[in-house]
């Protein structure tokens, strides 16, 4: 009889009993196979990605030769580094967008928070009048692409010193506005402010919408007064959104591009974004890598800064198993007051840019807006050599509509593939919850979130402009617009899922796995259904950012794979505000119209909490 030891002794790897064993366990966890997959797949176009950057920043190029012709081409070298930090060009190339774009971020985060906090408090806690409909016209300007507001303001402020056409209050008042009115860091400020508050509101008001009145109510029983009761009680348990809302959105700004470049670019105000941009067109692509890596990490930074200020305090929370009451304040007789400066601002975010953007397009000659120089030639022209370089009407202009047809495929694709995607690491985290795959999986997932927007694309040139083993370079396909907007919309896409999958008892699963039915069925038929709310509200968000977004893709457009943000930007460059007007407001209108028929069609399951993501 063979002894206890060896019965107990392990099977060898390659035994048919650890065969089948494997086998068995395979079957019955598919989350494991899952998060490999999804491991595998995350590893290499998020960490492949960074680390090729990385390498490439530390090896001479081709290109350094004009600037070093005694280099060896491949070979490692701190030359890179040393001309953004050391180097009498570092003042240009580094410190002056390093100051431009802090100063940027900080200014356009406090004056962010101010306004969508204060407009969080109002729709929440007080009773304002509509505030039903304020509420989802606020999130309108989260729709729109973040530099609609920098076309309005060029079409109302620009001035004849840069160039070009003047704008409508030199038209109609005759007054020549100053440059750091019409350019530079006070409209882009401005402009990006009335943009991002959008992400402080959202996450503001579902965290006031779970304070419980009764804890400002103890204040003012012991005779706190209203702004106390705010400073002492409110704000403290709204630090984590606060902290949310600071870093989602000082990274946004810190990789936006469109706006810096509208209304920087024409005075040489460079931020992180331009200066990287210009690095990469001037075939300085090793410079453009270090101001990336840069960038990346200066995010991290902060994102380490708001957690250690969060962690000083353990307990935030506000809702027990006791429930909660939330009592509006009454605003007595400033209802009317509040009301009308929510409709002013409205007017303001809204329907003055959307105004100014309709009346732009209209008008034959640019700078005369008088009602006779009204004109729908730039939506239904022919084309004409006398106007915009002969350049068709929107609506006739085979170039627009290619680039249209391009951004809807892409918002749809892009959606498609990021609410799969995110729903399968959120079934192979939850699933596998506590072990370490699922603890990578999570983590790696949440990695693009602390990449600006313009470094990623800076990786993926590096990565993808040349073939890697059987996979093509992928550089000026369509391909690499999808898969960059994937992953960079992934965070928000694997939080759904992951939210998702923790309300699915993992016993209606197993009770269908018992019955014989395979791991495909299982999902298309169990879990996708029950998840559908979350998979909405994730894709719905991937599709309204892939179709207004540009700082992601600026750098990976090419004429073969343009879509409509990267046409508006080369019709902006080349003055023709008529045109990048026009198509301005059919992105616009695409992107609310579709938004407003998912919601429809949804029927309020789980659309409605996309902010919540």
């Not at 806690?125 to 530099?147: C, D, E, H, Q």
């Not at 509040?338 to 009346?359: D, E, G, R």
């Amino acid at each position: 009889m063979a002894s206890i030891s060896e019965r107990s002794q392990k099977p060898a790897f390659w035994s048919q009993r650890n065969i089948t064993f494997q086998a068995y366990r395979l079957k019955t966890r598919p989350e494991l196979i899952i998060g490999a997959l999804c491991l595998g797949f995350l590893g290499f176009v998020v960490l492949v990605p960074l680390f090729q950057i990385i390498r490439d920043s530390l090896v001479f190029q081709s290109y350094d030769l004009a600037y070093r012709p005694d280099g060896e081409v491949g070979s490692f070298t701190l030359f890179h580094f040393d001309r953004v930090f050391l180097q009498p060009i570092s003042k240009a190339l580094f410190f002056k967008p390093l100051i431009n774009s802090l100063k940027m971020g900080l200014a356009v985060t406090a004056i962010a928070i101010t306004v969508g906090s204060s407009l969080a408090w109002l729709m929440v806690r007080t009773n304002v009048y509509l505030k039903g409909v304020f509420g989802a016209m606020l999130v309108i300007p989260y729709m729109m692409p973040s530099w609609v507001m920098a076309l309005a303001w060029l079409s109302l402020f620009k001035n004849d010193r840069i160039g070009g056409s003047e704008g409508l209050l030199t038209y109609m008042f005759g007054i020549q506005p100053p440059d750091w009115v019409s350019y530079g860091f006070f409209p882009i400020v401005i402009t990006l402010a009335l943009h991002y508050y959008a992400y402080a509101y959202l996450l503001i008001s579902g965290a006031l919408a779970t304070v419980d009145s009764e804890l400002e109510e103890a204040g003012a029983t012991c005779g706190m007064s209203k702004w106390k009761r705010i400073r002492m009680i409110t704000m403290p348990l709204l630090l984590p959104a606060l902290g949310s809302a600071v870093v989602l959105t000082f990274i946004r700004i810190l990789g936006t591009f469109g706006t810096p470049a509208l209304l920087g670019l024409p005075v040489r105000f460079f931020t992180f974004s331009t200066q990287i941009y210009a690095s990469i067109n001037a075939r300085n692509q090793g410079d453009a890598y270090v101001l990336a890596l840069v960038l990346i990490v200066l995010a991290i930074s902060f994102i380490w800064i708001n957690s250690r200020i969060i962690g000083v305090r353990k307990s935030f929370v506000t809702m027990t198993g006791k429930g909660f009451r939330k009592r509006e304040s009454d605003l007595g007789l400033m209802r009317w007051p509040a009301t009308i400066l929510v409709v002013l601002f409205l007017c303001i975010t809204v329907f003055l840019p959307l105004t100014l953007l309709l009346w732009e397009s209209l008008t034959l000659i640019p700078g005369d807006y008088s009602f006779s120089n009204l004109s729908s030639y730039f939506w239904v022209g022919q084309g004409n050599v006398a106007l915009a370089y002969g350049e068709p009407g929107v609506l006739h202009n085979k170039g627009i509509l290619t680039a249209l047809s391009n951004s809807i495929k892409l918002g749809f694709a892009a959606a498609l593939f990021n609410g799969m995607l995110g729903l399968l690491v959120g079934y192979a985290v939850v699933r596998g919850r506590g072990a370490r795959l699922s603890k990578w999986l999570e983590g790696i997932a949440f990695a693009p979130y602390i990449f600006p927007s313009i470094a990623l694309g800076a990786i993926y040139i590096g990565l993808f402009s040349s073939n890697i083993g059987p996979i093509p370079a992928l550089y000026g396909t369509f391909a690499i617009l999808v898969l960059i907007t994937v992953i960079k919309n992934l965070p928000f896409t694997s939080r759904t899922g992951i939210a998702a999958m923790l309300q699915i008892d993992k016993s209606i699963e197993e009770t269908a796995r018992v019955q014989g039915i395979g791991w495909f069925r299982r999902m298309f038929r169990i879990i996708v259904p029950l998840s559908m709310s979350g998979l909405v509200s994730g894709m719905l968000l991937t599709f309204i950012t892939a179709m207004r977004e540009l700082s992601l893709i600026i750098l990976l457009l090419t004429p073969g794979n343009m879509v409509l943000t990267g046409l508006i930007f080369g019709y902006q460059e080349q003055d023709m505000a008529q045109h990048s007007s026009a198509v301005t407001l059919m992105l616009v209108l695409i992107i609310i119209t579709i938004s407003v028929l998912v919601r429809v069609l949804s029927r309020g399951a789980g659309v409605g909490r996309l902010t919540a993501t």
